[in-house]
């Protein structure tokens, strides 16, 4: 008797439908999504003509702001012309701070070795009575947060010129020079930086055994390149020897 083969046929052309149904699934959700898209930014650019002025002249408004912005793709930093740079002008705000936060940190770097923290940058500027104001703001300066100033560093970090932030322990440095921080280099400031192992600022390589277990052989392989590039001082004292960051001293 002969046997049917059954359902071989139905099976490819129900596998085939499946797949072009899922396709025009996707098709959906994307069509989708770049709707709600698109409507989150009218949203955005509704917000921002409504608190312009709180955008431009509160540091913390503003910084909840651009966090507002990130998840859309929304870069009104980099917009210096156009819908966002002609309506907020904050990439020009944040361009002239940059400049002159990129002039602390050269004019500085023969004393640190080009690492300094964002509150002193934010002192010296205060204390030269440095201020930046909007096109549209008649003259009216607008004051700067050091989360302004960290974000205008990541403005010239694209530009490849070695800026970048760091965090150590509790306090945001700025490092100014192109060369790269290793695991080991960042330890060592971390302990310079808690003062629960000596002065606040200031390593020996015991302290570095006593907070990290190194020999002293890793502790000065980690120090000879900070020392070499003045990012570290070094103390001689009753034949201790003492490594100052002087990036770490509070004003």
């Known amino acids: 008797m002969a046997h049917r083969r059954r359902g071989v046929g139905v099976g490819r052309a129900g596998a085939a439908v499946y797949a072009k149904k899922a396709e025009e699934l996707r098709a959906t959700s994307l069509a989708s999504a770049m709707e709600t898209l698109e409507k989150l930014e009218v949203k955005l650019a509704e917000f921002a003509k409504t608190h312009k002025h ?18 859309l793709g929304v870069d009104p930093l980099s917009a210096e012309k156009g819908f966002w740079g002609s309506m907020l002008g904050i990439g020009e705000f944040y361009y002239e701070l940059s400049v002159k936060v990129a002039e602390v940190c050269l004019a500085s770097r023969s004393r640190n070795g080009g690492i300094i923290r964002v509150s002193e ?14 096109a549209d703001s008649k003259g009216k300066s607008s004051s700067y947060s050091e989360e302004d100033i960290i974000t ?4 010239l970090s694209k530009l490849g010129s070695g800026f970048r932030t760091i965090k150590v322990g509790k306090a945001v440095l700025i490092v100014s020079v192109p060369e790269e ?3 080991d280099h960042m330890e060592v400031m971390n302990v310079a930086e808690d003062d629960g192992y000596g002065p606040y600022g200031m390593v020996t390589t015991d302290n570095m055994s006593d907070a990290l277990g190194w020999d002293e052989d890793r502790s000065k392989r980690a120090l000879e390149l900070l020392l070499g590039k003045g990012m570290v001082w070094l103390d001689v004292h009753r034949g201790e020897k003492k490594y100052w960051f002087p990036s770490l001293w509070k004003q």
């Open 152 to 155: 205008s560093v990541k403005k």
């Open 54 to 71: 709180a955008i431009q002249h509160d540091p913390a408004f503003r910084a909840k702001f651009l966090d507002m912005c990130a998840p």
């Open 121 to 134: 940058v934010k002192d010296i500027l205060t204390q030269r009575g440095t201020k930046f104001s909007f």
């Open 181 to 183: 921080l290793d695991d």
